[in-house]
């Protein structure tokens, strides 16, 4: 049974630093891509980082929507069948909650045109508040 589970959020300063951490079960974390997505109150769910599956040729691709680029690094490990989001430079914008997510493929390919409408499984979400 495919599982997500995100945790790392809470509230941080402006310019400040989180880390997330979405763990995975019933699939092997470099098996297929992982996405971040996040939400924030009354607005459309958004795009965030997307690594790819080992199987898509390219370890660890990752891709990054262009309002984190330069600032969120995505990782992951194998050891703790998890994936990462380094958030760095946070700001009010940040303010959401985020969600990991599969669809069982192993490319990131449309990720960041989406809004995972047609992603299947997906973790309950963290919250990220951050304080100006």
């Known amino acids: 049974q495919v599982q997500l589970v995100e945790s790392g959020g809470g509230l941080v300063q402006f310019g400040g630093s989180l880390r997330l951490s979405c763990t995975v079960s019933?699939?092997?974390?470099?098996?297929?891509?992982i996405g971040w997505f996040r939400q924030a109150p009354g607005k459309e769910r958004e795009a965030v980082s997307c690594?790819?599956?080992?199987?898509?040729?390219?370890?660890?691709?990752?891709v990054s929507s262009d309002s984190v680029e330069g600032r969120f690094t995505m990782s992951r490990d194998k050891g703790e069948n998890a994936v990462f989001l380094q958030m760095n430079t946070l700001g009010p914008e940040d303010t959401a909650e985020y969600y990991c997510a599969t669809d069982k493929i192993p490319h990131c390919i449309g990720f960041l045109y989406s809004h995972g409408n047609d992603w299947n499984y997906w973790g309950k979400g963290t919250p990220v508040t951050v304080s100006s």
């Open positions: 690594i790819s599956g080992s199987v898509s040729g390219s370890d660890d691709y990752t």
């Open positions: 019933g699939f092997t974390v470099d098996e297929y891509a």
